[in-house]
């Protein structure tokens, strides 16, 4: 079947801020001349003291490191905040929608954010917080944690942001690591309606930690919480007092900006270390440049901040470049599931950014809750956190979008800091599923198991060939783990661990973690080529494909598949799938289980967890790991209680 092309829209192509000649001769640039790509795109930012050397960078061994801009100063919450004061304080800086939309939404202005900041971050002085210090946060989805956030980058301090879904345990793995000794909390979150009791939490993760000696809670529910004296103080009250003056810190570039931890395939998380000047540099450039933004734009990436999508394009790149940015405290389906476009025509906003996850489950509530909402004010969306299938892609552009809104399609990771590779939408011709081409000195190879690259077309493992500032700079506390897990497996590169195909016009399509590659009798197998077949069935909502030991071809193939709200799921439908899946891809791809699945284990976030869906098709429930970071931990018991045992082969 012929892939789909949407070529640049006319309009796009006359008003973008980079067109298709451009991108290519700065492109071109970036990789040919790469000292002096950097030294103009990092004039964008406010420098306290100018940088002479760009990049010092190497992935070899023998003299691995990575640094950028290295005898530069600076300060990212004043490249946030003070530098826009003069022009457009008055200016909204963060538009907040609670939970619930019967209660009010909240505007603050560049100058309040200003003065927000200034106090909590002599609050956290008063507490004896110093630069280099580390400062958990663990918040639901409310602009105190981007005035926390803004407030420990104004004072050299580190945060740490632990998504306010993880467990006690989970929270107190983080703070221990980090050997943090301040934690900001709330008495609640509030997250579709649901409570989540965050203080509570805190109080019960400290009793599995040693350090810390304060607690700052915002009152934002109004829930009554305990309060252990001497360590916990109350946010409002005690900012009250404070100045509403702090100078901004005098940061060098590689100063740590943040740790933000993730899941290694194995063991306990990586704290992924950020430092200040390269990222900041990446972050604007990538928000400017990707969503062709410009000041007093209305722009909504629907990312909560304890990922890295809420730090880079909720906070930091948009408050760079002076955007006018939409947080979000709720989910896409409460109380409603129109309640994403409710929100858009609210505030009139012309660029939207959110997961796949979401929009197959807003998909699979049929197209009235979308057509029920006007949208007129959207010009551009978004995509981020996972291939997303082009079935979903035609939803979102057609559906949504009304066709006119060009889809951006991002691929990056946390340890990338941005962008990577995507579309720019008015240089690029889109196809439904691939992340297209990539950015401004991205250097991606493909390359085969034994490390031979893959000229032109073709399937192989993604890795980066040099470096760019947004990258990490190491697991904090676990160098050597840091080199183990990025430049060991190819030499000389950085392994995104992630599978690509690359097509005959050069465009890149990520086919999946290769962990998640199933090998079926000797071919290898992509899952996300799997679950996009059955996801484009028409009575498919979501499907996760994991392996699973099969006696004769090595490994089988294992689908969990959730229906339509309104389907009722039988042994028809299971052979139906079976037939179109090798209809699809072909007799290889051909499901040797299906398990149909009402929900699948995610993270609040909406991450599904593999682990889980591997150690379920492996028949193996011994080890399943941490489920209370899960959104619903009920489904797995429903997933192991209802597997079904493979069909004979």
């Not at 070899?60 to 990212?76: H, K, R, V, Y």
């Not at 979308?370 to 892609?393: F, H, Q």
Request: proline share 6%.
């Amino acid at each position: 079947m012929a892939e789909a092309v949407y070529p640049v829209p006319g309009d796009w192509a006359e008003t973008a801020l980079i067109d298709e000649a451009r991108y290519q001769a700065m492109y071109q640039r970036s990789v040919d001349d790469p000292e002096g790509f950097w030294r103009e795109e990092a004039q964008r930012i406010d420098w306290i003291k100018p940088f002479t050397g760009v990049k010092q960078t190497s992935f070899n061994e023998a003299d691995f490191g990575i640094s950028w801009f290295s005898d530069g100063t600076l300060n990212l919450s004043a490249n946030c905040l003070d530098r826009h004061l003069a022009e457009r304080g008055d200016e909204i800086a963060i538009l907040w929608e609670p939970d619930d939309p019967k209660n009010p939404e909240r505007r603050i202005t560049y100058r309040e954010l200003h003065e927000a900041v200034c106090k909590f971050a002599n609050l956290l002085k008063s507490r004896g917080v110093k630069k280099g210090e580390r400062v958990t946060i663990y918040l639901p989805m409310v602009p105190e944690a981007a005035v926390a956030m803004l407030a420990c980058a104004r004072i050299g301090a580190i945060h740490s942001i632990v998504f306010a879904g993880f467990s006690p345990d989970a929270l107190a793995g983080r703070i221990t690591d980090c050997d943090s000794n301040v934690v900001l909390t709330a008495d609640e979150g509030l997250r579709g309606g649901k409570k989540v009791p965050l203080k509570a939490n805190v109080d019960e993760a400290l009793t599995h930690c040693q350090g810390v000696d304060t607690v700052i809670v915002l009152e934002h529910t109004g829930a009554g919480v305990a309060m252990t004296e001497g360590r916990d103080i109350d946010w409002a009250s005690s900012v009250a007092d404070m100045s509403a003056e702090c100078e901004p810190e005098e940061m060098a570039a590689e100063d740590p900006l943040f740790i933000l931890y993730t899941s290694g395939s194995t063991g306990k998380p990586k704290g992924v270390l950020h430092t200040t000047g390269g990222y900041s540099v990446w972050a604007s450039m990538t928000h400017e440049y990707v969503f062709d933004y410009r000041p007093g734009q209305i722009y909504w990436c629907a990312a909560d901040v304890g990922w890295v999508t809420g730090h880079s394009y909720v906070v930091y790149g948009p408050l760079m470049n002076g955007a006018t940015t939409v947080m979000f405290e709720g989910v896409p389906n409460f109380p409603d599931p129109s309640r994403f476009w409710q929100v858009v025509d609210k505030f009139d906003v012309e660029i939207f950014y959110g997961a796949p996850t979401a929009l197959r489950a807003l998909m699979r509530e049929g197209d009235e809750w979308v057509k029920k909402t006007s949208r007129k004010s959207l010009r551009l969306l978004g995509s981020v956190g996972e291939p997303i299938n082009p079935e979903a892609w035609e939803w979102y552009h057609k559906v949504v979008g009304e066709g006119r809104c060009p889809i951006v399609d991002t691929w990056w990771q946390t340890e990338t800091g941005g962008v990577m590779i995507s579309p720019l939408p008015g240089a690029i011709a889109l196809k439904p599923g691939s992340a297209t081409k990539p950015m401004f000195g991205v250097k991606p190879k493909l390359l085969d198991g034994d490390g031979k690259e893959i000229e032109g077309a073709g399937d192989g493992c993604l890795v980066i060939t040099d470096s760019w500032p947004g990258q990490m700079r190491t697991v904090w506390g676990d160098h050597d783990r840091f080199f183990q897990t990025y430049f060991s497996t190819f030499k000389g590169y950085y392994f995104t661990g992630d599978g690509c195909r690359r097509d005959e016009d050069g465009y890149y399509w990520i086919t999946g973690r290769i962990d998640d590659v199933i090998n079926v009798s000797g071919h290898r197998m992509g899952t996300a080529e799997i679950e996009s077949a059955l996801v484009a069935h028409h009575k498919v909502a979501e499907a996760a494909v994991v392996g699973m030991p099969h006696e004769i071809k090595g490994q089988g193939i294992y689908a969990f598949v959730t229906c339509n709200s309104e389907i009722e799921p039988d042994e028809a439908l299971r052979k139906e799938l079976v037939q179109w899946v090798r209809h699809e891809i072909g007799p290889i791809a051909t499901p040797d289980v299906i398990q149909f699945a009402p929900g699948l284990p995610k993270t609040r976030s909406g991450k599904i967890m593999r682990r889980i869906l591997r150690k379920i098709g492996e028949n193996d429930f011994s080890n399943l790991g941490d489920t209370s970071t899960l959104a619903d931990p009920s489904v797995v018991d429903n997933l192991i209680a209802n597997r079904p045992q493979p069909a004979d082969a």
